[in-house]
């Protein structure tokens, strides 16, 4: 199995400091964040920034702050940008992170409830954000809550992608309104991503660790930090995210996945060998 990829989402485009007092807002505090979860394992940052008052944004600026903090801090670690955003963002303000063409960006691919809410990707929006990643040669990192986001990343593909390069995926579980965080869903989502791609998971609160561990042990990567889950353990708040990425280093030790460098990690994610 290939070493282990760690991605940290620190921050998310939802949580407050009301829910985790433990939320880095600032470029600084992201960036220290980040250093200690690089210094913990991860190799890859999922970002989401924010303004001065601590209230999510796809600002260019605020974007631009935090990018050459991390740079700073952890200079080696990939910087994946969200296109995500904030559910309710319009598709102007979720494209601005590409304008400072980060190594990697997320791309989800279709329409999902999310709580109470509706994170909206219709699909001409999805092809527009596709071909523009294609265009800056920023590798996308297909963002799939439900098997018809596979089929549509599936699709963009065989529409605009005649070279066939490296296919990535996060698969992420246990959104209330997307695919429910359990092993038979990981595999099953597992089972159906385009030959040859790879891909790593994440479980949404209760379901973060069983997804954890079925996708450490089915030799796809990982993807953990505050946006995923506040708790470390049921009724205990993680103390960091660096608390939490330690965690996924040590179990994938233990069953004989060490932690990829940033070099391993653009080599699996496609980001050193998008060409070929
Ligand atoms: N905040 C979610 C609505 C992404 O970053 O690309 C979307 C999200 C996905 O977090
Ligand atoms: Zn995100």
């Not at 190799?43 to 935090?66: K, W, Y």
């Not at 109470?116 to 699909?123: G, R, T």
């Amino acid at each position: 199995m290939d070493p282990l990829v760690i991605t940290v989402a620190p921050v998310g485009g939802e949580l407050t400091r009301e829910q985790q007092p433990r939320l880095p807002l600032t470029p600084e505090e992201i960036a220290e964040e980040v250093a200690r979860c690089r210094e913990a394992g991860a190799s890859i940052v999922h970002l989401h920034v924010r303004d001065g008052r601590g209230v999510p944004t796809q600002d260019r600026e605020p974007f631009a702050r935090a990018i050459d903090a991390i740079k700073r801090s952890a200079p080696d670690v990939v910087i994946q940008s969200s296109t995500g955003g904030s559910v309710g963002m319009t598709e102007d303000q979720r494209s601005q992170p590409l304008d400072l063409k980060p190594e990697m960006a997320t791309l989800t691919t279709g329409t999902v409830n999310f709580g109470d809410e509706v994170f909206e990707n219709p699909f001409p929006l999805v092809e527009r954000f596709f071909l523009r990643m294609r265009e800056i040669d920023v590798q996308p990192e297909f963002e799939v809550f439900d098997t018809g986001m596979v089929e549509t990343a599936g699709r963009l593909v065989r529409e605009h992608d005649a070279e066939a390069r490296h296919l990535h995926f996060d698969l992420v579980l246990g959104v209330p309104g997307g695919m429910a965080g359990t092993p038979q869903a990981v595999l099953h989502m597992a089972s159906i991503l385009p030959e040859g791609a790879t891909w790593s998971a994440t479980g949404i609160g209760r379901t973060h660790l069983p997804v954890t561990l079925i996708a450490l042990a089915a030799g796809g990567h990982v993807r953990t930090g505050f946006e995923d889950t506040i708790f470390y353990a049921k009724g205990r708040l993680a103390r960091s995210n660096a608390e939490l990425i330690a965690r996924v280093a040590r179990i994938g030790a233990e069953a004989g996945r060490e932690v990829a460098t940033p070099d391993q990690a653009r080599e699996i994610v496609g980001i050193t060998r998008r060409s070929g």
